[in-house]
Every structure is written in C-alpha cells, then in structure tokens.
C-alpha cells in the first residue's frame, strides 16, 4: 500500500498509513514522511510494535540522533532503564517500579507537562523527536501539540513586528521553576546555563516562520524579568488556543514524530501512583543554532 497521509486537525497533524517503521525505508519513504513533516509538523504512526533498537533504526532514516556532554535531565546514568539513545518518558524507575511520589527525578520529569520544545535549552535545539507508546495508562496521559507556524501567522502586524527581534534565553531551571522545583545542585545549575534563542525562527525548508516558544524561556534580553515572563506567558496562552492545539489520545503502540522547529507540546495527566505510562523517545539533532551564543 503506498504511504498516505490524512489530516487530524484543520491546520496542521496528519495519520500516515502505508509504512512499517519496523523494517528499513526506501529513498522515496523518507521523502515523503521528511515532506508529510513539512506540511504536518506531527505525524502518526499507528500499531507500530518496534523494539528500541528498531525505533532507533527508524530515526536515523531522518538524521543523526541528538548527543550532548551536558545532561538534559538529573537523573544519573547508572540510574537508566533504558539504552543509550533511548530516553525515558515513563513513570518507571531502573528496576521497572513506578517512582516514589517523592523521588526528586518524578519531580523533575513533571514539567513536561508543561508547553515546551524538546531541547530549546541546547545551543542547537532539536530537530524531530519521536515517542513510542509501548504500555499507556486507563484514562489520560494524551500529548497535546501546538502549531506555532499558524500562531505566528495569527499575530497582527503589530505584534509580528515586535516579536520580530527579540531574543529569549532557555534553561531547565527556568521550566522547573515554574512548577516550585529549584532544589538543583550547583553541578546541575552550571549544567542548565542559559542558553540564546530567537523567538521567531523561520523553517530551513518552507520558508515558514514561526514562535519559538517554550517553558525552558524564562528572559528576554534587554528586558526585565517580570515583564519577559509575563509577555512570554500571554503569548503561549495566545499560541495555544484550541484552533492550534492537536491532542492526541494514545493508543497501544502508537509512534507519534513531530518537529520541535515548528511545534511546541506537553503531556497530560493521568494516575501515575498506580498505573504505569511507558513512553520511549528518541531525538534527532538539530541542524543549525537560531542565533549565536554570547561568549
């Protein structure tokens, strides 16, 4: 069956039928999915049983996999379940226990629920990200996404010129602060330094201009904090409003890919004391930096 892609949302998310991701694609299967990103920024793969190493397999179709010294979380690598280019987004800890409710990494991991895109605090913010479902909890835990192509076309001409310039800097302390977690180490705090950001980056392949906003933005040069965070809050509550917001809802096996260049998303709740949500992510590297780093 050729690939096909049909439409979740009026702007932007489609369903992709046609393609296994368990076996190697062919030239023209890459293209078309790099092309279904293009114009979707999210795809889904339904009843996609990999295995990690098939799910790596699958990403490297796309780029090379994000690597970086610096950490993007706290926990140790002793400490993973999981393999190397494997990241955990579950509510398991090493041994395949459900966390503690008190364990400092659940903590840490909660704000991911909050509106954000992957790596925006790394010198060059990722490219795609994929999540596989492998064990989905009874109710909640959908992963809501949010078009920031159609938000910034939405914005007047006003605001478009006034976000035109501006520079934000991202950090995971900035994003962890937000939900009263700021009990991280000076290791930690030197590791999640800030990092520059444009607020408007524009797509390498379409031309299409976009917000690039996220939790991990906490400043805004040239500005004062309260006033950054209070404009960078309203525009994310103005970026997404149900007309650019896609929620999908899991089902088993679900490979769900998007493109953190155009996209901003969040996870949802669900009953993390006593069910288990198994979700396995793998991340490409970006391709360029938005802007250059102050020395």
Avoid at 69 to 98: C, Y
Avoid at 171 to 187: K, M, N, V
Avoid at 192 to 217: D, E, N, W, Y
Avoid at 247 to 268: E, F, I, K
Wanted: glycine residues 6%.
């Amino acid at each position: 069956m050729p690939l096909s892609i049909t439409p979740l949302h009026p702007v932007f998310a489609g369903e992709v039928a046609g393609i296994d991701c368990r076996k190697p694609l062919t030239p023209n299967e890459v293209s078309a999915v790099e092309a279904g990103m293009d114009r979707y920024a999210v795809l889904v793969f339904r009843d996609q049983r990999l295995t990690d190493d098939e799910q790596l397999a699958f990403t490297r179709h796309f780029g090379e996999l994000e690597s970086y010294r610096t950490p993007g979380h706290i926990r140790r690598n002793e400490d993973s379940r999981l393999g190397p280019g494997m990241a955990d987004f579950s509510n398991l800890d090493k041994d395949g226990s459900i966390m503690s409710a008190d364990d400092r990494v659940w903590f840490f991991k909660l704000a991911d629920r909050l509106w954000h895109s992957d790596s925006s605090f790394r010198p060059v913010p990722a490219k795609y990200s994929l999540l596989s479902g492998r064990i989905l909890p009874s109710w909640g835990g959908n992963t809501e996404f949010a078009d920031m192509r159609a938000a910034y076309d939405g914005l007047d001409a006003r605001s478009k010129a006034e976000v035109e310039d501006l520079v934000c800097e991202h950090s995971l302390a900035y994003s962890r602060a937000a939900i009263g977690f700021t009990e991280l180490s000076p290791d930690e705090m030197r590791a999640f330094a800030p990092i520059r950001q444009r607020l408007v980056r524009t797509h390498p392949v379409t031309g299409r201009k976009s917000l690039f906003l996220s939790a991990h933005a906490g400043a805004i040069e040239g500005w004062t904090v309260p006033e950054a965070r209070m404009f960078l809050r309203d525009l994310t509550e103005y970026a997404t409003q149900p007309q650019f917001v896609y929620s999908h809802q899991w089902r088993p096996w679900d490979l769900v890919m998007w493109d953190n260049r155009q996209t901003m998303h969040r996870a949802r709740r669900f009953d993390d004391r006593n069910e288990v949500r198994d979700m396995r992510r793998t991340t490409l590297a970006g391709d360029a930096p938005t802007i250059e780093q102050a020395a």
